[in-house]
């Protein structure tokens, strides 16, 4: 079964740097998509950015970028010139290709437990 | 579009009732996931559907939970009989396909007494 790890219960940041969230992921497939959701104080789940395992060139979304390391499984979250705003709970997520080797759970989402991101004035 | 629409927001019952929580997903949406946040085991996958079929249940905690999803447009995820411990947030959400974003509700808060 996939799993996403996520060994950074908190981080904080202050207001204008830069911080970077970690994420694991345990699979034996090799073509799937990641995602990064933000959820704010108001509970709302917001994607933040998306990853293509098939592609090697990292995501960007403005402040928004990821480095993506198949080899490794690991997909972490970079936050440029952090703002007030960026407060949230941010979850690393995984999703099954649409046929896997077992034929069953296919365009499976799955999520870490969070990372809780604070930012400083 | 509306978005997803869960109802109801809030729900708070007693210990041992029948709970229904209910999910429209976003038209043409063809998978549905029910999920549940709660502080001590974070964002769990309950069940998702596709096409309208239950694809994975593993996620559903025991026999007192159970879902269904009659048409593309509704599902629901019953609780009977609830559990002080079944207190959390659930969130339904919706995408087209394997290789999309999924789009969440507003989740219903459940309190159960």
């Known amino acids: 079964a996939q799993t996403v790890t996520q060994s950074q219960p908190e981080m904080s940041v202050q207001e204008a740097e830069t911080v970077t969230l970690s994420c694991t992921y345990d699979?034996?497939?090799?073509?799937?998509?990641l995602f990064w959701y933000k959820q704010p104080p108001s509970r709302q789940m917001i994607l933040v950015i998306r990853?293509?395992?098939?592609?090697?060139q990292n995501a960007t979304e403005n402040r928004f970028s990821v480095n993506f390391q198949k080899a490794a499984k690991s997909f972490s979250l970079k936050i440029s010139d952090s703002q007030l705003g960026d407060a949230a709970m941010y979850f690393c997520?995984?999703?099954?290709?649409?046929?896997?080797?077992?034929?069953?759970?296919?365009?499976?989402?799955?999520f870490g437990q969070g990372t809780i991101l604070t930012v400083h004035p | 579009d509306a978005g997803v629409i869960q109802s109801p927001r809030h729900e708070v019952t007693e210990m041992g009732q029948e709970v229904t929580l209910r999910c429209k997903p976003i038209s043409g949406h063809d998978y549905l996931f029910w999920y549940r946040q709660t502080m001590m085991r974070g964002l769990e996958l309950l069940i998702y559907?596709?096409?309208?079929?239950?694809?994975?249940d593993s996620g559903m905690p025991e026999d007192r939970f159970s879902a269904k999803m009659p048409n593309a447009s509704f599902s629901t995820l019953k609780i009977q009989p609830s559990e002080p411990r079944d207190s959390a947030v659930y969130f339904c959400?919706?995408?087209?396909?394997?290789?999309?974003?999924?789009?969440f509700g507003q989740g219903t808060r459940l309190t159960v007494v």
């Open positions: 959400a919706s995408s087209t396909n394997w290789n999309t974003e999924a789009f």
């Open positions: 997520a995984y999703r099954s290709p649409s046929f896997n080797a077992g034929g069953t759970s296919y365009g499976k989402l799955t």
């Open positions: 990853q293509e395992a098939y592609k090697q």
């Open positions: 559907f596709n096409n309208n079929v239950p694809i994975d």
């Open positions: 699979t034996s497939e090799s073509d799937y998509y």
